[in-house]
């Protein structure tokens, strides 16, 4: 009964894994200002990408969209965000350069680890 009950939890949390958004969305920082950008990611790690396609991450403490930037984390990488508060004529000395790879590297990690937690591997 135990393992009938594990695999409907499991197929059911995975039914509902879904990627981001696709296209542009208007983001509203707290000042009025907006940006363009589109979410990226899934459930288990994601961020937005502003017109220019630098990562953004949303700042709880700040209630600010801030570039990201990445930061070593509980020993493991990450993209966590800056403190730069991103605004539609934002210069490029804001814009951390991040490479892609790295954060596609971060996102395998994060759903591979989700998944070994929920005892699926794929």
């Known amino acids: 009964m135990k393992k009938v009950l594990f695999l409907t939890i499991s197929i059911t949390t995975l ?3 879904a990627p981001a958004l696709q296209g542009n969305l208007n983001f509203q ?4 200002n907006s940006f363009v950008g589109q979410l990226k990611g899934d459930e288990w790690f994601n961020w937005v990408e502003d017109s220019s396609g630098y990562p953004v991450k949303y700042n709880n403490k700040s209630k600010n969209f801030e570039y990201g930037k990445l ?3 509980k020993g493991e990488l990450d993209l966590v965000a800056s403190g730069k508060k991103v605004t539609r004529l934002g210069t490029l000395a804001d814009k951390p350069k991040i490479d892609k790879n790295i954060l596609k590297e971060i996102w395998k990690r994060k759903r591979e680890k989700a998944l070994s937690k929920m ?3 794929k």
């Open 15 to 17: 039914a509902f894994c």
């Open 29 to 32: 920082q707290p000042d009025g």
């Open 71 to 73: 930061k070593e984390v």
């Open 119 to 121: 005892h699926i591997v």
